[in-house]
């Protein structure tokens, strides 16, 4: 089993920024890539970003291309998502997931997720 926990999420500004953190414990080798989702209330979730522990490939949503950049410190376990230029529409619970073979937008699907972390951007 892999354990994630996210940090880092809070009320900002549009304009302004955040990053968050997502940790890893337990299995982690089992951990093919880790990804970002995020759900709006009454809406989908959508992904945002994902990486593979190697670090080499990087994928992101339209919607966040040239704003938000996901990293991983792999000595630290710990997965981040640095989110600039912050938009209301950004606004939504964001969780962290893991998957075991997967890190492709299209086949990444999460054998494992975080519980969440509340991103506020007030217009």
């Known amino acids: 089993q892999v354990q994630l926990v996210e940090s880092g999420g809070g009320l900002v500004q549009a304009g302004g920024s955040l990053r968050l953190s997502c940790a890893a414990s337990g299995r982690t080798e089992i951990a093919h890539a880790v990804a970002w989702f995020r759900q709006a209330p009454g809406k989908e979730g959508e992904f945002v970003a994902s990486i593979p522990w190697t670090g080499d490939r990087l994928y992101y949503a339209d919607s966040v291309k040239g704003r938000f950049t996901i990293s991983r410190d792999a000595a630290k376990n710990t997965v981040y998502l640095q989110m600039n230029t912050l938009k209301p529409e950004d606004s939504a619970v964001y969780y962290c997931?893991?998957?075991?073979?997967?890190?492709?937008?299209?086949?990444?699907?999460?054998?494992?997720w975080g519980q969440g972390t509340q991103v506020t951007v007030s217009s």
């Open positions: 997931a893991a998957d075991k073979y997967w890190e492709t937008p299209l086949g990444f699907k999460g054998d494992y």
